[in-house]
Every structure is written in structure tokens, then in C-alpha cells.
């Protein structure tokens, strides 16, 4: 009969596992990097890291307490779902983050050519398509992504 201390390794054991959010077609993401980083022509409107720097405290707390759950045997939670479940609030500040207008400023050419193209004054929103793939994709191990080379 399994001990405490077997329950507590099998627990960890289904803790593994590994999350990421963003705009994870190719298309999205690249327009999500030159949001992040900035081009050329365009200023840096940082909006994953944004997102983060604010919720990074809250996050931790929400893992460390499904955690706890699970090694007080509170829960059946495997990591994978926790990190679906905090990967999808971060999504949702990510999405809030590109709806919040991030600074600077539309350039007044940008605005004009928005505003024949029929779209509004919001920066990082034309379509919605980039906000709308904001998405989470999580796995139940800690090993490489398919597409990481």
C-alpha cells in the first residue's frame, strides 16, 4: 500500500508539463513581434511583456496555490491543467493589453490610411486578427516543442 510520501512523488510526477501563450500561427506571431519589439518604421508597443510585468506576482501566487492543492491531496490537477487554466487568464490580460490602446500613439499617417482602409484609431488593432489568436497551447511533459527546431 502506497505512503503518503508514494502519493507525494507520484503527484510531483503528474506535475510536469509546460505552457506557453500567444498568437502561435506564424502569420500572428510575427505581427506580435514587430508589436513587441518595434521595426523600422514602426515604435515598440510591448504588449506580452507588458501583460506580464503585471500579473507575474499573480500568476506565481495561482500556480504555487493549484501546487499546494495538489501535494495537500486537495486536488487531482495535473500540471498540464494547471497551466492551461493560468496560461488562459494570462491570455485574456494579453488580449486586454492590445485592447487598452498601447502607447505611443498612431502616427497621423498611420490614422489616415486606417481610416480609408475603414478600421479605427486603436493601436495594434485593425483587423482583431492578432488579438483573437492570442491563445494557450500546453503539454503534459517538460520536453522540446514540435516546432523548436
Given at each position: 500500500m502506497p505512503d503518503d510520501f508514494d502519493r507525494l512523488l507520484a503527484d510531483m510526477k503528474r506535475l510536469d508539463a509546460r505552457?506557453?501563450?500567444?498568437?502561435?500561427?506564424?502569420?500572428?506571431?510575427?505581427?506580435?513581434?514587430?508589436?513587441?519589439?518595434g521595426t523600422v518604421r514602426e515604435p515598440p508597443r510591448p504588449t506580452i511583456t507588458a501583460a506580464f510585468d503585471r500579473t507575474k506576482a499573480t500568476m506565481r501566487r495561482a500556480?504555487?496555490?493549484?501546487?499546494?492543492?495538489?501535494i495537500d491531496g486537495k486536488s487531482e490537477a495535473g500540471g498540464?491543467?494547471?497551466l492551461s487554466e493560468v496560461g488562459?487568464?494570462?491570455?485574456?490580460?494579453?488580449?486586454e493589453e492590445i485592447d487598452n490602446n498601447v502607447p505611443p500613439?498612431?502616427?497621423?499617417s498611420t490614422l489616415a490610411a486606417?481610416?480609408?482602409?475603414?478600421?479605427?484609431?486603436r493601436t495594434l488593432v485593425?483587423?482583431?486578427e492578432?488579438?483573437?489568436?492570442?491563445?494557450?497551447?500546453?503539454?503534459?511533459?517538460?520536453g522540446a516543442w514540435h516546432d523548436d527546431g
Open positions: 505552457a506557453r501563450v500567444g498568437a502561435l500561427d506564424e502569420t500572428n506571431a510575427q505581427k506580435l513581434a514587430w508589436s513587441e519589439f500556480i504555487d496555490r493549484k501546487i499546494g492543492a495538489v498540464r491543467r494547471i488562459e487568464d494570462f491570455a485574456e490580460v494579453v488580449r500613439e498612431n502616427a497621423p486606417k481610416r480609408r482602409k475603414g478600421h479605427g484609431d485593425a483587423t482583431s492578432m488579438r483573437e489568436s492570442i491563445s494557450v497551447e500546453s503539454k503534459s511533459d517538460s
